[in-house]
Every structure is written in structure tokens, then in C-alpha cells.
T-cell receptor, first 111, second 114 residues
Framework: DQQVKQNSPSLSVQEGRISILNCDYT??????FLWYKKYPAEGPTFLIS?????DKNEDGRFTVFLNKSAKHLSLHIVPSQPGDSAVYFCAALYAGNMLTFGGGTRLMVKP | NAGVMQNPRHLVRRRGQEARLRCSPM?????VYWYRQLPEEGLKFMVY????????ESGMPKERFSAEFPKEGPSILRIQQVVRGDSAAYFC????????????FGSGTRLTVV
């Protein structure tokens, strides 16, 4: 039973345009959501997070949106850069429990 | 201030051998989590440990896999009698306390079973 799903395994975007990565979850207990970026042969690195009491969090070029009623969150990257090319994982948790990850979306930003 | 340290980075084992993966958490972190990433898949939770205690091992295969986090030294993920299907990247993360949202991941150990 996948509690966190990323339905798009890959996404290709032109440099300078917006990248939108989507994530859906089923467990209403989740109260904190995170996005991780992963390069090949490296561990996931934290990118941005959002608490369930918010619907938007922005950090530079990265913005995460949370729609609790739809159990959906998205990561927007504007403008996209070639260095953003990586696998992006959505993750969720609630206090006292472990991170649950989605399957990842491979983003390719073309120059 | 070193982050989460995992070693070895790469490990090659023949079928039937044992694999030992080590993880030293960040300084001040007393909670360790192991995740596995199979080829072309996401990260799957395996086990959550505190010092000398296994808190949650619901993601661990029932046989051949074990984990420990002793009072002194790193956390160890041990795989006995490895099979080809164990080939994966194994990631360790640590956090300062239960309920903390601040996970930090290591660079992983890539296990290849030949």
C-alpha cells in the first residue's frame, strides 16, 4: 500500500521554464511534507518542506504547495536550470514516525 | 562537523556471503533510520533504531536481515547469505530526537551481489 505516490516517473523541461512536480498521499495522519533532491551516487538532500497547517512555502526558486483536501502537494521550480536535473522525492511523516517516500520523479532540464 | 557517514560506499559480495553496512549518525543525533533503494525505485523504509533499541523494523525482510545500534560505535545493517535481489543502494539517515522532522541522509552504500 503506497501511502505517498509520485505518478510521473520523469519530466523534461526547457531551461528557464517552470518545472512542476506532483505528489499525492493517502494517510491523513501526515502532518509534515518534504521534498528531497537526489543526484546519482549521492544520498537525498533536503530541499524544502511544508507543515500541514500551511498551504504554501517558498524558498528562492522553489515553492511547495499543499492542498490538504485533495491530499496533494506540488513542487514548483522557477526558473528551471540545468543543475536542477536530478531525481526529486516527495516524503511525508507524522510525529514519532519515519519518513515515507514517493517513488521519485526524474527531472531533466534541457539547456 | 561531519554529516551522516556511511561505509563502505561500494560493496561487492558473492552470493551466500555476508554484507555489513555501517552508519555513523551526525553528532548529537541518537536516532538512525535505514532505507533501501532498489534499481529504478523509490526509497523504502527498513528499520528505525535508537541506541541499543530497535524501535520499528516493519520494513525489514523477515530473514537474513538484521540491524543494531550499539551504545558505542556505528549502526550496523547486516545481510546474511546475500542473494542477487539484495543488490541495491542502502541509505542511512539520522535525526536528533523522536518526532523530529530533521532527517539527514548519508551518501549510501551500493551493494552489488555477483
Amino acid at each position: 500500500d503506497q501511502q505517498v505516490k509520485q505518478n510521473s516517473p520523469s519530466l523534461s523541461v526547457q531551461e528557464g521554464r517552470i518545472s512542476i512536480l506532483n505528489c499525492d498521499y493517502t494517510n491523513s495522519m501526515f502532518d509534515y511534507f518534504l521534498w528531497y533532491k537526489k543526484y546519482p551516487a549521492e544520498g537525498p538532500t533536503f530541499l524544502i518542506s511544508i507543515s500541514s497547517i500551511k498551504d504554501k512555502n517558498e524558498d528562492g526558486r522553489f515553492t511547495v504547495f499543499l492542498n490538504k483536501s485533495a491530499k496533494h502537494l506540488s513542487l514548483h521550480i522557477v526558473p528551471s536550470q540545468p543543475g536542477d536535473s536530478a531525481v526529486y522525492f516527495c516524503a511525508a511523516l507524522y510525529a514519532g514516525n519515519m519518513l515515507t517516500f514517493g517513488g521519485g520523479t526524474r527531472l531533466m532540464v534541457k539547456p | 562537523n561531519a554529516g551522516v557517514m556511511q561505509n563502505p560506499r561500494h560493496l561487492v559480495r558473492r552470493r551466500g556471503q555476508e554484507a555489513r553496512l555501517r552508519c555513523s549518525p551526525m553528532k548529537g543525533h541518537s536516532h538512525v533510520y535505514w532505507y533501501r533503494q532498489l534499481p529504478e525505485e523509490g526509497l523504502k523504509f527498513m528499520v528505525y533504531l535508537q541506541k541499543e533499541n530497535i524501535i520499528d523494523e516493519s520494513g525489514m525482510p523477515k530473514e537474513r536481515f538484521s540491524a543494531e545500534f550499539p551504545k558505542e560505535g556505528p549502526s550496523i545493517l547486516r545481510i546474511q547469505q546475500v542473494v542477487r535481489g539484495d543488490s541495491a543502494a542502502y541509505f542511512c539517515a539520522s535525526s536528533p530526537a523522536q518526532g523530529s522532522y530533521g532527517y539527514t541522509f548519508g551518501s549510501g552504500t551500493r551493494l552489488t551481489v555477483v
